[in-house]
Nanobody
Framework: QVQLVESGGGLVQAGGSLRLSCAAS????????MGWFRQAAGKEREFVAA????????YYTDSVKGRFTISRDNAKNTVYLQMNSLKPEDTAIYYC?????????????????WGQGTQVTVSS
């Protein structure tokens, strides 16, 4: 049973930083892609970033390029999302997800397992 547990969300002022963590368990992930998504109130879930577990290839949505960094720690089976220069429009529930594929994809429907989400609120 794959489990994903996110942590690290909170309230931060605009321009501040947060680091989200996603602890993964239940299988080996070396042939998977890990993704971060977010969902703001009243909006659809959207792709934020992804990393291919093997090799570390990354992909970002345009609105976070240069501000967010996705990384993984193989030994800890943990994926991180470092978020800098946060903006009020980054406010959302952030979800970690696993795509049982080594292709970096952005559609939520391609991801097989999801965490419970962690709230990020950026005040102006």
């Amino acid at each position: 049973q794959v489990q994903l547990v996110e942590s690290g969300g909170g309230l931060v002022q605009a321009g501040g930083s947060l680091r989200l963590s996603c602890a993964a368990s239940g299988r080996t992930f070396n042939r998977c892609t890990m993704g971060w998504f977010r969902q703001a109130a009243g909006k659809e879930r959207e792709f934020v970033a992804a990393i291919r577990w093997s090799g570390g290839r990354t992909y970002y949505t345009d609105s976070v390029k240069g501000r967010f960094t996705i990384s993984r720690d193989n030994a800890k089976n943990t994926v991180y999302l470092q978020m800098n220069s946060l903006k009020p429009e980054d406010t959302a529930i952030y979800y970690c997800a696993v795509d049982m594929s080594m292709v970096v994809r952005t559609a939520p429907a391609n991801y097989d397992y999801w965490g419970q989400g962690t709230q990020v609120t950026v005040s102006s």
